[in-house]
């Protein structure tokens, strides 16, 4: 009785994988067919569109941009210690919305590892809450070893929301050293 019992149950079990096998096989083959399916409908509806019909990519530019309105930004740096400070460019035109990178140069003019912070202030004042930065070498403490030179981006756009009136923002970077002389130099 035990091993008809144990056929039986293997008959099941092997008739319950076999459901299982087709049942992966037809969901892996749903999934497969629904490829081409979503592509049509998404051309058919204008959506999600990477292609065109030649078969080339769309770049389409980015709609948050200003293109009616430029701005004058103009770029400044301070050095308050032992270094040499200073904007790789002085000043550049950019529209509203666009992403864009400037460069500062800072030089470690002393024979010794410095540690210094930048600071930023903005003109006009009502500028500020407008000059977003991405990137920036102000949002951590630069280390900087003996006669290091080094260039360190700042990656910002404006608020299309800037009053119109504004024409010119100057971004302006105060550099300086923090905690004073290296321990291992005072030594």
Known sequence: MESQHQTETRGLNRTML???IVIAVLMFGFGYALIPVYKQLCEVLGINVLTQP????SLDKNTQVDLSRSVTVEFDGNAQGPWRFRPVQSSMKVHPGELVTV???VVNTQSRTVNAQAIPSYAPQSATPHFKKVECFCFKQQTLKPNE?????VVFFIDPALPKEVKTITLSYTFFEVGGLDKTAAQ
């Open 54 to 57: 030649d078969g080339t990519v």
């Open 18 to 20: 076999g459901k299982l």
């Open 149 to 153: 030179a080094r260039q360190m981006p």
């Open 103 to 105: 460069m500062y140069e």
